[in-house]
């Protein structure tokens, strides 16, 4: 019985450890106030490595109420798949929105559907939005984790990027 406890601590221990670094909106929640000016540290071009490959992530600077960014997975010196999106102001808060596309551009995501994660929270070098965060390191260096969802099964991943 203690042990059959101590198994039951270590799980739960260790599905809360793996998404540490991300918050989900509460339901009924509301996002803080926010502005472009709060997350521009972002800008600029990011090169990492995930899933097996080399990630690219280039964010503009904040202009128009938006900044833009493109991402690309290249692995064994092919494209694997795309995203496109920003992060846009609205009213007086803040919305990360993204798109999906194929190596051959082909949307994932219904024509006029993104995938939306609204503002939790801004710290002095982190920025939580509904399963994602974006983690300042230093000026050369950002940290972004995402939670992926599939099959049923939740994951945190880190994407660890340096300033290039």
Same mark, same amino acid.
């Given at each position: ?19 540490? =670094? ?8 509301? &996002?803080?106030?926010?502005?472009? =000016? ?36 290249? &692995? ?66 950002? =940290? ?6 599939? =099959? ?13």
């Amino acid at each position: 019985m203690k042990n059959l406890a101590l198994i039951i601590a270590l799980v739960l221990f260790s599905s809360c450890y793996a998404q540490k =670094n991300t918050l989900k909106f509460p339901k009924n929640g509301t &996002s803080p106030k926010a502005t472009l =000016n709060e997350v521009s540290w972002i800008e600029g071009r990011w090169l990492g490595e995930a899933f097996g490959g080399i990630t690219e992530e280039i964010w503009s600077p904040p202009l128009g109420d938006s900044m833009m960014f493109s991402f690309k997975l290249v &692995s064994d010196g092919k494209v694997v798949f795309y995203e496109l999106g920003g992060i846009r102001q609205v009213d007086d808060s803040l919305i990360f929105q993204l798109k999906h596309f194929g190596n051959d551009f082909k949307g994932w995501e219904e024509k006029d559907e993104t995938v939306d994660a609204k503002l939790v929270k801004i710290e002095d070098s982190k920025v939580y939005f509904d399963k994602f965060t974006f983690e300042k390191i230093s000026d050369s260096e950002i =940290n972004i984790y995402v939670v992926i969802e599939e =099959n049923g099964e939740t994951e945190e991943v880190k994407f660890n990027y340096k300033k290039q």
